[in-house]
Structure formats: C-alpha cells, structure tokens
C-alpha cells in the first residue's frame, strides 16, 4: 500500500469543498489529474471514498471514518515542519547552560529573562554546578556549554572571556570597615575569611602574590557554596570576599560589601564550550546573545 501526501491532501480538499473541481483549483491541478489522485488512494487503500454526482461529490461511510485520520496525519506533519523551522530560525529550541552556583542566581537568570522577552519558544535550563562540574558537563555534552571562571582547558575545550568581576569584601553593617569606602588587601588579611573551594581561594591566593609575597590567604574556613559564605557572615562567624556580582545577595543576608583595593583583584568569567561538536541553532542564539549582551551589563545592588 503506498499513500501520499499529496493524495491525502487532495481527499481533504474534495472533503471539505465536496467537489472535485474546487479542489483541483485549490491545488493548482486539473481536475482529471486530481481525480487521479484521489483513484489511486482509493486503490491503495482499497475502499470507495465518494459518491459521485453531475454536481457534487460527498464522503462515503468509510470516507467519513477516514477523513479524520487524514487530517491528523497532515496537522502533524505541519506542525513538524513548523517546529523544526522555528530551530532552524533560533525561535524554539532546548538550551542546557552549565553555571556556577554565584551566576547562576544572579548575572544568568537577569539574562536569560531578557532573552526569552524576544524568543519566548526557547527552552533554556540552567545546571548549576561547581566549577570542575561545569567542566565536566560540558565535555560529556550534559550542557551545550558553560560559564564559570576563567582557567587553564583540556583540548576540546575553548573559552570566550565574558567579564571581569572584581574582588569585594563582604562583612556586617556593624563590622569597624563598614564605613570605609574601600579597605586593603592588607587589612582584610587580617581578618578571620571566610573562603570558597581550594579552587577559588588557591587562584585567590596567586592573583595575591603576582603583587606581593607579603600578601598571604590564611581562610579560617572554606565553604563550596557562596551562599554558605553569606550566612555564617550573618552570624558573626567571620567576614568574606567575593566577587562583585554577589551584591544582588546581599540585602538578604544584610551584609555590605566594600572594593579592595592595593591590588584590585577581579574574576574574569568565562563561556566554555567543547569545540569538536557544533552548537545547536538555540544553542548558539543563546551563545551570540550573552557575548554580546555581557559588554552592557550592570550589576544590581
């Protein structure tokens, strides 16, 4: 049995108009080759579709039992196509972004909503993770690519330098630097720091000799979570330095957060993608949009 598009589509346009010589019209056909048509489905499936007249053609039992079954068959393929064209168009399409748990709950999310204002289809899903996760998820093809902290890659991997995110000291309103309108690095190494994973405080602590060896990262802890960070400041279990994009955090946890200066010291933040496999359309929507939306971005306090 072969049945083609085109002959379901000739059947729905006779069904709909009850006549042939509409149909042939709507189909830009003679009506002899779309009587063909419709005699060759006829054939194929073995059944009589119409009952013919000198000046109409109407649906036989069967053809009424067929008729909604053609139409589903046609709506679908529609709808395929249109779905695949969307892709293809960057409108629709399924987006995983690997992110670090700080951007993630901050810069990301402001984006992405600004994103999907203009491309509402798109399915965009943020997998926070830490950052040797985001690596990882973004080697196995988890994510379609990531944003994390700028560092050294395997092969496979590239990286796009998205923003510098410069290093604050993050305390109580009643902390004595709380009224300071920037504090040293030196006297904040004095302080009982809170820290993140060997990761961060071990790029930290680089960053810090490149300047000085006097300048030396003792952390009284080390959290994997900024969020961790925040609340043992609230608390009174010590103070913190993170990078500038945890000011939006911090009204919540009623802490301040001041620049440290002599050095200043900033984050550079990073797309990462694996390079031996290409971006989808959505993927790479996405991706064109954050590189350059990034250059405009203001951090919210």
Known sequence: MKVTLKQLKAFALVAENNSFVEAANRMHLTSAALSSLIKQL?????IRLFDRTTRKSQLTAAGKDFYPLAIKVLEDLKHAVESIRDVGLKKSGVVRVACTPLYSSTTLPRLIAKYKSTHPSANIYILDSLNEQVLKRVTSGEAD????????????LKQISLL?????????????????????WKKVLEEPIISLTDDFTRQLQLDLSHHSSDLVLRPIQKVSLITTALGMVNWGLGVTVQPQSVLPLLKSFQLIALPIKDPIISRRLSL????SRELSPAAKSLYEFLILEIKNFKYLN
């Open 42 to 46: 006829e054939e194929s499936l073995n």
């Open 145 to 156: 690519f990531g944003i994390a902290p700028e560092r050294q890659l395997g092969t496979d």
């Open 164 to 184: 510098k995110d410069q290093i604050y000291f993050i305390c109580k309103k009643n902390h004595a630097f709380a009224r300071l309108k920037h504090v040293s």
């Open 272 to 275: 990462i993608w694996d390079n």
